[in-house]
């Protein structure tokens, strides 16, 4: 494919992913942007998808089967597959055969049975086929759905799956989105794996936004298409994920302790956190090198972790 291409096709992605506006046009929308698409953000979204459901198998989840829903060239079945040993069968289901079919090349190889003999299906959002699964996932796809399609998307998840995840862009409309699913799914009793560590109001939800980041190595076609020098980037994303009432009571008897919200800032002698915490409030702790065993924890903590 030529290199020129991809790169106008990249930019086109980027320009799409800093803009607010929904998107009027499908993201993939030809061979070359999903070429890009799997070159220049499938690395990312799998490294947003691979933080936020390991945080969920932390919390005990060990689902044997995995919907994809608008998932693309299959990055949440490549994080799935890399977090959850107990993963058996993957179905990914997106409108755009040219990314299914990229996702199918993809997964030819892999050494995972579950990847390897993942179904790739074209189904649109509202006409899914009538699967179910232990999990179901939605990355990155909210955004192109009009408020209606997404709640609509979102309830299709909910009767489809024994857990739900949702990862969206880490941008305060992204968060809002990710909101907008976490009060729908409390609402219908299901039990947050995470990040949360309560099903109280957002403490963030006044000029704030529950985010978190992810490191990407970058490639050096990946630099070159993105015509950048660092050889990483950080992806920023916002997530939700929860299980139905009967899934998650064996899993989640233990509170959080609490989710770090930033970069700790690791001084001498004490580490001090922006925490979300189990009462709903949102604030400063700080753990010193008195806790012993907790102050060696906190110094290995990151953002996004619970705090030790
Ligand atoms: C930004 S991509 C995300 C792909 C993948 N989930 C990931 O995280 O890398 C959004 C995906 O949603 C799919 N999509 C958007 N609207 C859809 C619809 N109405 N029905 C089915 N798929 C849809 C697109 O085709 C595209 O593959």
């Known amino acids: 494919m030529d290199e020129r291409e991809l790169a106008r ?3 086109a992605l980027v320009s799409r992913y800093r803009s607010v506006a929904p998107a009027t046009a499908p993201i993939l929308a ?10 220049y953000r499938m690395p990312a979204t799998h490294a947003a998808l691979a933080k936020a459901l390991g945080a969920v198998a932390d919390r005990g989840l060990a689902p044997r089967s995995l919907l994809d829903l608008g998932g693309g060239t299959g990055a949440a079945a490549w994080a799935a597959a890399g ?7 993957v179905t990914v289901l997106d409108q755009v055969e040219d990314a299914l079919a990229l ?8 050494t995972s049975p579950a990847l390897s003999g993942a179904t790739f299906r074209q189904a649109r959002a509202g006409a899914w086929p009538d699967l179910e699964a232990d999990l179901v996932t939605v990355s990155y796809v909210l955004s192109e759905l009009d408020p209606q399609q997404q709640d609509a998307l979102v309830a299709d998840a909910m009767r489809r799956g024994g857990a739900v995840a949702v990862v969206e862009p880490g941008t305060p409309d992204g968060y809002a989105r990710v909101l907008r699913v976490r009060t729908r799914l ?12 309560h099903a109280a109001e957002c403490p963030l939800a006044q000029g704030d936004w529950c985010h978190f980041a992810a490191r990407v190595n970058r490639s050096a076609e990946h630099r070159r298409l993105k015509g950048a020098e660092l050889s990483y980037e950080d992806e920023k994303f916002s997530w939700v994920a929860a299980a139905a009432p009967g899934v998650a009571e064996p899993l989640v008897a ?3 302790p609490g989710r770090i919200l930033r970069h700790p800032l690791k001084r001498k002698g004490f580490v001090e956190f ?12 700080v ?5 012993g065993e907790r102050y060696r924890n906190a110094r290995d903590a990151e953002w996004g972790d619970v705090l030790p």
């Not at 977090?83 to 069968?89: D, H, Q, T």
């Not at 922006?274 to 702790?285: I, N």
């Open 9 to 11: 096709a990249t930019e």
């Open 30 to 39: 030809s061979r070359v942007h999903v070429a890009a698409y799997a070159a």
């Open 83 to 89: 977090v959850f040993e107990s993963l058996e069968a």
């Open 103 to 110: 996702g199918r090349d993809l997964v030819a190889d892999a």
């Open 186 to 197: 409390i609402d219908a009793g299901w039990t947050l794996l995470g990040p949360c560590p």
């Open 254 to 256: 233990e509170a959080l």
């Open 274 to 285: 922006q925490v979300c915490r189990p009462d709903g409030t949102a604030g400063r702790e």
């Open 287 to 291: 753990i010193s090198r008195k806790a």
